[in-house]
């Protein structure tokens, strides 16, 4: 297998390539004057199975471009097949007609990558009313799981946790991974009214003495839901507030927001971030292998 890193793979591809023992490539990619975009492989693909590895965060449509260019050009080249490693892929929450309208995002950008694709790795995909990716693509799709990496991070990290999720759907993080660590799970529920108001609600007793609070969930991107659920859970006696999420898009100064909010932020590395202390590379090896 040829690892071949997309420009939002950079930071992965050696190490997963290290493990696998397989070798790697990076893409060239430029863009033109007028912003369009070119890639260019540096190692000939020819008979071989292509492992593409994109993250797709900051500019997004830029991401998925690359990523499509460069699965039809390996294609094109004679890869006997191409295979995409997304450690975080968008689009996944827009899963249904929220108003009249409006585009159902997941399936038609789902629909554009079974196109070129012929199997496609997910990190902790956010899943909520098509719950499996099977539902979704229509190519071979793998679903991969940080929560045993967040599960040991705070075995090694945090004494006396209460894991918390801040929403119905977060229970796929925070439940799970205590039940990996044997702790208590506290699952709140969330309304969203906009893209920067939320609220939290909790809708039985807890007890938080003594206890170092750990909210869980796989997203966090302008940080409202955990900032909320932090003031929620303070007005209850929370002191030491943690929040672990797979992925730390962090957008518009979020992580910094978190931090003033006296948040202590850790992320996996599905997105390279100045949290981000956990490293996936190992569960990608595992599944890909
Ligand atoms: C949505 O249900 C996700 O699990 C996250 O809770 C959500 O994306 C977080 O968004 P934000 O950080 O903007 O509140």
């Known amino acids: 297998m040829l690892i071949v890193s997309c420009s939002h793979g950079r930071y992965l591809g050696p190490s997963i390539a290290k493990i696998l023992k397989a070798n790697h490539s990076e893409l060239f990619v430029s863009k033109f004057p007028d ?74 950008i789902a629909g554009l990558f079974g196109k070129y694709f012929d199997a496609i790795y997910i990190i902790d995909p956010h899943l909520h009313r098509k719950d499996s990716l099977e539902n979704i693509f229509r190519i071979k799709s793998v679903k991969l799981s940080a929560n045993s990496l967040i599960a040991d991070y705070i075995k090694n990290k945090i004494k006396n946790p209460i894991l918390i999720g801040p929403d119905s759907e977060s229970f796929k993080w925070a439940r799970n991974v205590a039940r990996i660590i044997n702790a208590e799970s506290v699952i709140l529920s969330k309304k969203r009214y906009s893209s920067y108001h939320v609220a939290v609600n909790l809708n039985k007793k807890i007890n938080l003495k003594n206890k170092n609070v750990v909210i869980v969930d796989d997203i966090v991107s302008t940080g409202h839901t955990i900032i909320e659920t932090a003031k929620l859970l303070r007005r209850l006696g929370a002191k030491n507030i943690y929040c672990i999420c797979v992925h730390g898009i962090f957008v518009n100064g979020a992580l910094k927001r978190l931090q003033k909010n006296k948040i202590k932020i850790i992320s996996t590395n599905t997105i390279p971030n100045p949290a981000a202390k956990i490293e996936v590379s190992g569960i990608i090896a595992e599944r890909v292998r």
Do not use: W
């Open 35 to 108: 912003d369009e975009l070119m890639v260019r492989f540096k190692d000939d693909v020819k008979g071989k199975s292509v492992a593409l590895i994109q993250s797709f965060y900051k500019n997004i449509s830029d991401c998925i471009v690359e990523a499509i260019l460069a699965a039809e050009t390996a294609h094109d080249l004679g890869a006997k097949k191409v295979i995409l490693i997304a450690p975080y892929f968008p689009y996944l929450r827009q899963d249904k007609r929220f108003h009249k309208g409006e585009s159902i995002s997941q399936e038609i």
